[in-house]
């Protein structure tokens, strides 16, 4: 199955804008037992379904469409829609929106019965699940003008002005190539977010490298270096000064260095994996050594920042260096056996059709990245955006996690083709000597430093049970130098969780028993911010306190620019 398009999946809701209930025309055809309405997805795949399950299944949904038709014509009525979609008013008070709603979430359920009852491998079990649900999602009544009562009331109510600013929004995005999902108007790179306070000291064709300014007077002897994802910009961690993990971290006394990765062009559609290992990550590890001073410094990789952190580390380990006091990995997978949702967009044949198209050369949008991860929650981040600013005219309100989501980074082909091959599709990082990489061969397992491993509960990206997955990879003869905690939300919420807001939770346990499940049993759960646990864990193994720099750089590495950098401000076309 292909990679799904947020710009393909409006075009063809554009097509279909005014049919007044795309469900109809297949409502009488599910009734004869032959009829599978997902039948092509399953030819496609190789799958099938029992035709008893088929036959039971279509049965039930006779029987409930007919209560619900009967219910209708006798109470002119349904049943109150708990679905938030249809929750408001408009969509309530309406008797005919209000069963079309409820006729969609009778389908709808339908076909996800149709999809958990396939019989197939789990892989093609859960590709076939996440298509019907794509499908499921794009044609949902609230998606339409001529079925959402909401749009159309906002027409009455505003003389039309909201159609004709709703057309005037969707005319932007298609120039765009993307549905806004913020006020990208009201953000600036370096004017109010990314605005801690520092300056680049090194810079490469891969990344700069930022030193911030420190908030106290003194600090701890050895600094923390942060590599962030390549993939969309640092900047997550450098939000605004009140959910900044960096800012955090210079408020508690460490002197922060930071990769600021570099959003590739044409010039470096060849650069490899071992590139961003070598020029990328080791050289940071090593200009951090040299303006410290210091032979170990404590390293945060964050995502794909830290399973390229790691690589690093195994790297400079076979090399007989030993630079680090400590490491910390923030929904990170090392061991790929559980991606997730992601593992629906990787196999043999589509890594092979990105191999032949950009392995020897060559860009991965950024664009179409972001609309994979978008496909993952259409519904909040595809459909949400169709309902209010096109049907309804409505501004996005501004958010900066939304700005930061939509200021995407495009790939250098050849290092995407070997991470996706060589971790999602093989898995072959975690088994040690099985992958060279920067002229050595690599075992994880020989990185010597105590590790603080988070994971977020609710992650669709990195699941957290494959997070906890890397304690197994890390140390393997002394355990106990790991440390595992869980936080709640989803992969970026869970992270940026700064105390001061005292929102949500994490779960802590010393023990690391083999089974993450049955480490969350016994689990405590505690309020808040997992951050003070992380900001206990580095001061351990940061050194003492000197007194705080009083400028930054040194003689060998002068300040090129204030932070957040040009590298940052970059967009992907």
């Given amino acids: 199955m292909n990679q799904p398009d947020s710009q393909a999946m409006?075009?063809?809701?554009?097509?279909?804008?005014?049919?007044?209930?795309?469900?109809?025309?297949?409502?009488?055809?599910?009734?004869?037992?032959?009829?599978?309405?997902?039948?092509?997805?399953?030819?496609?795949?190789?799958?099938?379904?029992?035709?008893?399950?088929?036959t039971r299944l279509q049965n039930e949904y006779v029987q409930q469409l007919a209560a619900l038709w009967q219910n209708?014509?006798?109470?002119?009525?349904?049943?109150?829609?708990?679905?938030?979609?249809?929750?408001?008013?408009?969509?309530?008070?309406?008797?005919?929106?209000?069963?079309?709603?409820?006729?969609?979430?009778?389908?709808?359920?339908?076909?996800?019965?149709?999809a958990?009852?396939?019989?197939?491998?789990?892989?093609?079990?859960?590709?076939?699940?996440?298509?019907?649900?794509?499908?499921?999602?794009a044609m949902s009544p609230a998606n339409f003008l001529a079925t959402n009562p909401e749009a159309q009331q906002k027409i009455l109510d505003t003389k039309g002005e909201s159609l004709a600013k709703g057309l005037a929004l969707m005319l932007a995005d298609m120039h765009k190539g993307r549905i806004s999902q913020t006020d990208e108007s009201?953000?600036?790179?370096?004017?109010?977010?990314?605005?801690?306070?520092?300056?680049?000291v090194f810079e490469n064709a891969l990344f700069q490298l930022i030193q911030y300014k420190p908030l106290t007077k003194t600090v701890y002897?050895?600094?923390?270096?942060?590599?962030?994802?390549?993939?969309?910009?640092?900047?997550?961690?450098?939000?605004?000064?009140?959910?900044?993990?960096?800012?955090?971290?210079?408020?508690?006394g460490h002197t922060v260095f930071l990769v600021s990765w570099r959003n590739p062009d044409d010039s470096m559609a060849d650069v490899?994996?071992?590139?961003?290992?070598?020029?990328?990550?080791?050289?940071?590890i090593h200009v951090a050594q040299e303006l410290s001073g210091q032979d170990r410094i404590n390293a945060l990789g964050f995502c794909v920042g830290g399973t390229i952190v790691s690589t690093a580390l195994a790297v400079l380990y076979a090399?007989?260096?030993?630079?680090?006091a400590s490491l910390t990995l923030l929904t990170t997978l090392l061991d790929f056996a559980d991606t997730g949702i992601l593992d629906i967009f990787v196999d043999e044949m589509q890594v092979r059709m990105r191999e032949q198209a950009i392995g020897k050369g060559g860009l991965?949008?950024?664009?179409?990245?972001?609309?994979?991860?978008?496909?993952?929650?259409?519904?909040?981040?595809v459909w949400n955006y169709v309902q209010s600013n096109y049907l309804k005219g409505e501004n996005p309100p501004p958010f900066d996690l939304l700005y930061w989501n939509a200021d995407s980074t495009n790939l250098p082909g050849p290092m995407f083709c070997w991470y996706l091959r060589n971790t999602y599709l093989e898995n072959s990082l975690k088994e040690p000597g099985k992958l060279t990489v920067a002229g050595e061969k690599i075992d994880l397992g020989k990185i010597d430093t105590p590790v603080f491993i988070y994971g977020s509960r609710e992650d669709h990206i990195v699941p957290w049970n494959s997070a906890y997955a890397s304690t197994a990879v890390l140390n393997p003869k002394q355990p106990n130098r790991n440390r595992f905690v869980l936080g709640a939300s989803g992969h970026i919420a869970g992270v940026v969780n700064p105390p001061a807001k005292k929102k949500r939770s994490y779960w802590i346990n010393d023990t690391l028993p083999a089974n993450s499940e049955a480490w969350l049993e016994t689990a405590t759960e505690h309020p808040g911010s997992w951050w003070p646990e992380w900001s206990a864990f580095l001061a351990e193994h940061a050194g003492k306190q000197v007194k705080a720099p009083g400028k930054l750089g040194n003689a060998a590495f002068k300040p090129i620019e204030e932070a957040p950098g040009r590298y940052v401000k970059v967009r992907a076309n």
């Avoid at 991965?364 to 981040?381: E, H, I, K, Q």
Wanted: net charge neutral; with cysteine.
């Fill in 272 to 284: 490899t994996w071992d590139r961003y290992i070598e020029d990328g990550a080791i050289k940071a």
């Fill in 221 to 252: 002897q050895r600094p923390l270096l942060i590599v962030p994802p390549c993939i969309n910009k640092f900047y997550i961690l450098d939000l605004q000064p009140e959910n900044s993990l960096v800012r955090y971290a210079v408020g508690q």
């Fill in 319 to 324: 090399r007989g260096e030993e630079p680090v």
């Fill in 186 to 200: 009201v953000f600036e790179v370096g004017k109010n977010v990314a605005t801690s306070e520092g300056a680049v």
């Fill in 364 to 381: 991965m949008p950024g664009r179409d990245l972001a609309a994979t991860f978008s496909s993952l929650r259409a519904n909040d981040l």
């Fill in 10 to 54: 409006i075009t063809a809701w554009l097509s279909q804008l005014t049919d007044q209930s795309p469900w109809q025309s297949w409502v009488k055809s599910v009734q004869h037992t032959n009829v599978n309405p997902i039948a092509d997805i399953l030819k496609e795949a190789g799958a099938k379904i029992a035709p008893a399950i088929v």
């Fill in 116 to 137: 958990e009852a396939v019989e197939a491998t789990p892989r093609v079990k859960q590709k076939i699940a996440f298509a019907v649900q794509q499908m499921v999602d």
């Fill in 72 to 114: 209708f014509l006798v109470t002119k009525s349904v049943t109150a829609l708990t679905d938030r979609r249809f929750s408001s008013a408009a969509w309530q008070s309406n008797v005919f929106s209000s069963f079309n709603a409820a006729v969609y979430l009778l389908n709808a359920r339908f076909l996800m019965n149709l």
